[in-house]
C-alpha cells in the first residue's frame, strides 16, 4: 500500500505570496496519477488537480500540480485570501486504496 | 445540477451497524467509480470504499469485513452497510464520484452525514 507524505504540515504565508506544498509517495505511482484536494473548515474536499497536473472545471491557473514517480508538489504563484485552507494529496487512478496524505494547513501569516 | 446528498448518519452504539445512503442527481451513479471517504473528527480524509462500473468493489483494511458498498441503479443510490461499529469509525461520510475523465479523481462530494459511536 501507498503510504503519501505531506510537508510541511502547516505552512504560513501572506496574500500574494507563492505557496509549494509537497507530497511524497512510499513508492513510485506508476500511473503518476496524483490528485489535490482543497478543504475549508466544515465543508467538503474540492477537487483542485487531477493526474498530477491537469487542473479541474473552475479552478484558477494560480493553481498549478507537478511532479512524477514519488515526489509531487502543488504550487500557488499568488495566494489570494480565500486559498487557506487544507491541501490533500491523494493517490487516484485504477487501483486501489486511494489513499490521502495526512494534510498541509495554509494559514495566514 | 450535479449532486450527492448523503443520510443515514446517527448515534450508534459501539458493535452495531448503520447503513449510509447517497442520493446522486445529475450523472448515473452505474457510470462512474463511487467511493466513501471519512473523517475523523480534526483529522485527516480516509478513504473507506469504491465500488466501480462494473460492480467490484474494493475497501480499506480499516473496514473490510465489516462493511459492504453497494448501489441501486433504479434509485440511483450508492449505500455503505456498517456492522460491528467501533468507537474509531466515527467520523463524517463523505460519498464522491471518480469520473473517468479526471483519472478517477473525485470531483463532487457531498455534504457528509455524521455517524457517531458511543455507548
Known amino acids: 500500500e501507498v503510504v503519501l507524505t505531506q510537508s510541511p504540515g502547516t505552512l504560513s504565508l501572506s496574500p500574494g505570496e507563492r505557496a509549494t506544498l509537497s507530497c511524497r509517495a512510499s513508492?513510485?505511482?506508476?500511473?503518476?496519477?496524483l490528485a489535490w484536494y482543497q478543504q475549508k473548515p466544515g465543508q467538503a474536499p474540492r477537487l483542485l488537480i487531477y493526474?498530477?497536473?491537469s487542473r479541474a472545471t473552475g479552478i484558477p491557473d494560480r493553481f498549478s500540480g507537478s511532479g512524477s514517480g514519488t515526489d509531487f508538489t502543488l504550487t500557488i504563484s499568488r495566494l489570494e485570501p480565500e486559498d487557506f485552507a487544507v491541501y490533500f494529496c491523494?493517490?487516484?487512478?485504477?487501483?486501489?486504496?486511494?489513499?490521502f496524505g495526512q494534510g498541509t494547513k495554509l494559514e495566514i501569516k | 445540477e450535479v449532486q450527492l446528498v448523503e443520510s443515514g448518519g446517527g448515534l450508534v452504539q459501539p458493535g452495531g451497524s448503520l447503513r449510509l445512503s447517497c442520493a446522486a442527481s445529475?450523472?448515473?451513479?452505474?457510470?462512474?467509480?463511487m467511493s466513501w471517504v471519512r473523517q475523523a473528527p480534526g483529522k485527516g480524509l480516509e478513504w473507506v470504499s469504491v465500488?466501480?462500473?462494473?460492480?467490484?468493489?474494493y475497501y480499506a483494511d480499516s473496514v473490510r469485513d465489516r462493511s459492504t458498498i453497494s448501489r441501486d441503479k433504479s434509485k440511483n443510490t450508492l449505500f455503505l452497510q456498517m456492522n460491528s461499529l467501533k468507537i474509531e469509525d466515527a467520523a463524517v461520510y463523505y460519498c464522491?464520484?471518480?469520473?473517468?475523465?479526471?483519472?478517477?479523481?473525485?470531483?463532487?462530494w457531498g455534504q457528509g452525514t455524521t455517524v457517531t459511536v458511543s455507548s
Open positions: 513508492q513510485s505511482l506508476s500511473n503518476n496519477c
Open positions: 445529475g450523472f448515473t451513479v452505474s457510470s462512474n467509480y
Open positions: 491523494q493517490q487516484c487512478g485504477l487501483s486501489p486504496p486511494y489513499t
Open positions: 493526474g498530477t497536473s
Open positions: 464522491a464520484r471518480a469520473p473517468r475523465y479526471y483519472y478517477y479523481a473525485m470531483d463532487v
Open positions: 465500488i466501480y462500473t462494473g460492480g467490484s468493489t
